[in-house]
């Protein structure tokens, strides 16, 4: 399940983040808003969060694929202009629900439904004011080794296993055993 390839790029700051800091293990994804794969893996890792805050936290990395998902761009800008309004996970389910439905006007139907303040959006949309943002999302996951979406890390380690929510719950527990047994062993 767990590839062996590492997350190179380090999580900071101004990356998306839900959940504490302190938990024992990251969920970091790279996604596109258009993709049918990243559409399914969203109700999984979102389920794994509520399920047990205590334990898992979720990265979101924008990697956006603009030859297949000609909306992806543009979406994954909305969820960095909703952000900057303190709103980007709001958007970023918005986004996931409605993935088949992102043209303009949706998005800018998306801002309102979430209470964005509209004209602040349009106007940044319009000026493509967070591409820088999408932009260096992608080359992180260029970084490391991105090629598909959703490729999703689990405390750095490529996770290629199926993406329900019995599989991942099994690999984040042998990942805490390992854990347990190496400060053990400490």
């Known amino acids: 399940m767990l590839d062996g390839t590492i997350q190179k790029t380090e999580i900071a700051k101004d990356d998306w983040i839900r959940g504490r800091a302190d938990v ?9 808003f258009e993709c049918p794969y990243c559409g399914m893996a969203y109700p999984v890792l979102e389920g794994l969060l509520k399920e047990d805050p205590e334990t898992v936290r979720l990265v979101y990395r924008h990697f956006p694929i603009t030859n297949i998902h000609p909306h992806a761009l543009r979406a ?41 303040n509209n004209k602040r959006f349009d106007r940044e949309m319009r ?11 992608f080359r992180h996951g260029i970084e490391d080794g991105v090629n598909g979406t959703p490729t999703i890390f689990i405390n750095r ?30």
């Open 24 to 32: 024992p293990v990251t969920l970091l994804e790279y996604g596109d």
């Open 76 to 116: 994954a800008e909305a969820a960095e202009a909703a952000g900057a309004q303190g709103k980007f996970w709001e958007m970023h389910g918005m986004l996931f629900t409605h993935r088949d439905q992102l043209e303009y006007d949706d998005l800018i139907d998306y801002a309102a439904a979430i209470g964005l």
């Open 127 to 137: 000026a493509e004011t967070y591409q820088k943002e999408v932009k260096r999302d």
């Open 157 to 186: 380690l490529r996770y290629d296993g199926p993406r329900d929510r019995n599989s991942m719950r099994a690999t984040i527990a042998a990942i805490l055993k390992a854990e347990r047994r190496r400060r053990r062993a400490a």
